[in-house]
């Protein structure tokens, strides 16, 4: 399966999605920079990592949001290519309306970088699939802005109808529901904020993040 990164001005997960990828696919992923103004052919599975993309001026993401391929993500989200954003790569798709919501700052105002409890609260998408509905699993998270908010009305719809993909265990930076990820309404766009990319091999603490990547490849395959 051929796979695509994106890199902005400010990345800095860009590597470890690629490594990630790479171990799950067998092929190196390609890496597009923001200012292209379209996408490698064929691909099943574009990436957006985290970071800072343009220093997390205006809001997080707000600028990057806006980048040129941004439109070619939009596109082949559309048609059904899956699309997956970690943290900074989340608040772009909240801010480039792939996802409904937004990120704000965390409660308390802190940068939080530490292994956190996420409950899988659904396992019936590509991204879930090799997890249990419930299960607990260990995800780093790594985020200032990560305090996902959205109305009342938009918060029972996304429940209602399943999308929300990860829940936090305990409360962690203000998020409504502890919501910690949540896909769109066809389940082939997924974005949250803990970093399943730095859980892929037991030297990191562990491998729940690398369930999730095996997963998308065998359901996308």
């Known amino acids: 399966m051929k796979s695509a990164v994106i890199v902005f001005p400010g990345s800095n997960c860009d590597r470890d999605m690629a490594v990630a990828l790479?171990?799950?696919?067998?092929?190196?992923?390609?890496?597009?920079?923001?200012?292209?103004?379209?996408?490698?052919?064929?691909l099943g599975l574009i990436a957006?990592?985290?970071?800072?993309?343009?220093?997390?001026?205006?809001?997080?993401?707000?600028?990057?949001?806006?980048?040129?391929?941004?439109?070619e993500v939009k596109a082949a989200a559309d048609r059904g290519v899956a699309v997956l954003g970690v943290c900074?790569?989340?608040?772009?798709?909240?801010?480039?309306?792939?996802?409904?919501?937004?990120?704000?700052r965390n409660a308390g105002i802190d940068f939080i970088c530490r292994d956190?409890?996420?409950?899988?609260?659904?396992?019936?998408?590509?991204?879930?699939?090799?997890?249990?509905?419930?299960?607990?699993?260990?995800?780093?998270?790594?985020?200032?802005?990560?305090?996902?908010f959205a109305d009342a009305d938009t918060l029972d719809r996304i429940e209602g109808e399943g999308r929300v993909a990860f829940r936090y265990g305990e409360s962690v930076n203000g998020s409504a529901r502890d919501i910690a990820g949540i896909v769109n309404e066809a389940g082939n766009v997924l974005g949250m904020m803990p970093h399943p990319e730095r859980m892929i091999e037991p030297a990191h603490g562990g491998t729940d993040g690398k369930r999730l990547f095996d997963g998308l490849v065998e359901a996308l395959s």
Do not use: C
Request: glycine share 12%; charged share 15%.
């Open 48 to 71: 957006l990592p985290g970071g800072f993309s343009y220093g997390d001026y205006l809001r997080s993401g707000a600028i990057g949001a806006n980048s040129p391929i941004m439109r």
């Open 22 to 42: 790479e171990q799950a696919t067998g092929a190196k992923p390609q890496m597009v920079w923001h200012r292209e103004t379209e996408l490698p052919d064929g």
């Open 88 to 104: 900074n790569g989340f608040q772009l798709l909240t801010e480039a309306g792939l996802l409904p919501g937004a990120l704000l």
């Open 116 to 148: 956190v409890a996420l409950t899988v609260a659904s396992s019936q998408t590509a991204f879930t699939s090799r997890y249990a509905a419930d299960e607990a699993i260990t995800i780093p998270v790594a985020h200032h802005d990560g305090n996902y």
